[in-house]
């Protein structure tokens, strides 16, 4: 039993490196050495790139609407108050 243990934490501990790397560096293609982006690795890029678009996006209408609607309330605040031109 003792022996089954530790052959089965050897083999856990001997295979670390690879189970700890994300799944770009698991991938066939760049242990071979090709280097280029495809698979999975375009995956991640793409998805990458796809959230910062999001999050950019969602805070420049976050930014639109706020805009829009301080012009609003400020068309508002002019139409009732009757902006009279006063003189000193």
């Not at 969602?58 to 609003?72: E, H, N, W, Y």
């Amino acid at each position: 039993m003792r022996f089954f243990l530790a052959s089965l934490i050897g083999a856990v501990l001997a295979n670390a490196p690879a189970v700890m790397a994300c799944e770009g560096c698991k991938e066939p293609s760049s242990v071979a050495g090709n280097g280029g982006v495809d698979g999975i690795s375009l995956g991640f890029s793409a998805s990458v790139i796809f959230m910062l678009v999001m999050v950019g996006s969602i805070l420049t209408g976050f930014a639109l609407m706020m805009s829009r609607s301080c012009r609003q309330l400020d068309a508002a605040h002019r139409a009732a108050s009757g902006q009279t031109n006063w003189s000193p």
